[in-house]
């Protein structure tokens, strides 16, 4: 129907900014375009894959299954063992509050599962940051706020005992 035209390689760094300002506007679709720009000069880009993966995450409020195969393409190609952890881990996180903010039957159990898959996710993170990082902590705690504000738990015939460490 269209052919989309093509971003210049010069131009990324300021299209890259333009992509985060969006999101931080709250227009993800927008900054999910733009990262998709990016990725067609270049595939490997790790600011614009994190980007995207953020601004498709951003639109789960209104269909997370939409955006879950993409995602699943995504995450690979996110390099580092602690990037890869992280960002899998925000990945279920905003599955989570996705869930929960729906509601209907098994949101709870749902939403919970997501936070304790999310949660394990940032303990692996945890454990391969650099001192002065603390995001996955920081990441760790919102979800067991969450979890103990809204009492969620497993189902009795699923719970499952978080590490300590």
């Keep these: 129907m269209f052919e989309l035209k093509t971003l210049s390689r010069e131009a990324i760094p300021r299209s890259l900014a333009k992509a985060e300002h ?7 679709t927008e900054a999910e375009s733009i990262c998709l720009d990016i ?33 699943q393409e ?3 190609r996110i390099r580092g063992e602690y990037e890869s ?12 509050k996705a869930r929960l903010h729906q509601g209907g039957p098994g949101a709870r159990s749902g939403a919970y599962q997501y936070f304790y898959e ?19 902590t920081l990441r760790w705690n919102t979800c067991a706020r969450i979890m103990m504000r809204n009492h969620l738990q497993a189902e009795p015939e ?6 300590l460490e």
């Design 22 to 28: 969006y999101r931080l506007l709250n227009e993800p």
């Design 74 to 76: 995504l995450l690979p």
């Design 118 to 136: 999310a949660m394990i996710l940032y303990e692996k993170a945890e454990a391969l940051s650099p001192p002065d990082n603390d995001d996955a």
């Design 85 to 96: 952890a992280y960002y899998a881990g925000l990945v279920c996180e905003r599955r989570a």
């Design 39 to 71: 990725l067609q000069i270049d595939p490997d880009d790790q600011r614009a894959l994190i980007t995207l993966l953020l601004s498709l995450t951003d639109q789960f409020s209104s269909e997370c299954g939409l955006f879950l195969g993409r995602i």
């Design 158 to 163: 699923e719970r499952i005992e978080l590490p």
